[in-house]
Nanobody, 131 residues
């Protein structure tokens, strides 16, 4: 079991930047694949970024590629999402999620992008981008 707590959301103007953090409880953080997802009102949950257990590989959809960067610090049991050049369409609740590698050997973008593969979720943090 792992608990995830996001922070860093807020209101920012278009073109601005934000850094989201996700702190995890437990001692086995390094065994989890981590992902960031977002959900806008009335829309489905969308994949934003994913990172392997050791940070060696990252995945992004085209909508955020080149603007968002996911990273992790296993010593601090934390994962981060650096967001730049923000657009109004980035407005959503952003949630981090953890996938147990012991239960699913996740390979490739399709695996990381599927929210049903993730075992634990944070409560989310609101990001609002004004035009």
């Amino acid at each position: 079991q792992v608990q995830l707590v996001e922070s860093g959301g807020g209101l920012v103007q278009a073109g601005g930047s934000l850094r989201l953090s996700c702190a995890a409880s437990g001692r086995t953080f390094s065994t989890y694949v981590m992902g960031w997802f977002r959900q806008a009102p009335g829309k489905e949950r969308d994949f934003v970024a994913g990172i392997t257990w050791n940070g060696g590989r990252t995945y992004y959809p085209d909508s955020v590629k080149g603007r968002f960067t996911i990273s992790r610090d296993n010593a601090k049991a934390s994962v981060y999402l650096e967001m730049t050049s923000l657009k109004p369409e980035d407005t959503a609740v952003y949630s981090c999620a953890a996938l147990q590698t012991a239960l699913l050997h996740c390979i490739g973008y399709g695996c990381y992008a599927d929210p049903s593969h993730y075992d634990f979720w944070g409560q989310g943090t609101q990001v609002t981008v004004s035009s």
